[in-house]
């Protein structure tokens, strides 16, 4: 993750994650991803949810 902005004590943003960042999110003491893509873009993860495992 090369850019990560911190709004608050509870909301960050940042780029596309990929799957692979998600462990260490979550090391990061990030609780939720909200993916704003949609499905027909490049990037998106079908059935990503199930992908998830940490």
């Not at 780029?15 to 893509?37: C, D, H, M």
Request: no cysteine; aromatic share 6%.
């Amino acid at each position: 993750m090369e850019t990560v902005r911190k709004i608050n004590d509870e909301l960050a943003i940042a780029g596309q994650i990929t799957l692979e960042q998600l462990p260490q999110v979550a090391q990061e003491g990030f609780k939720s991803v909200i993916n704003l893509r949609l499905p027909d873009e490049q990037g998106f993860l079908n059935s990503e949810q199930k992908k998830l495992s940490f």
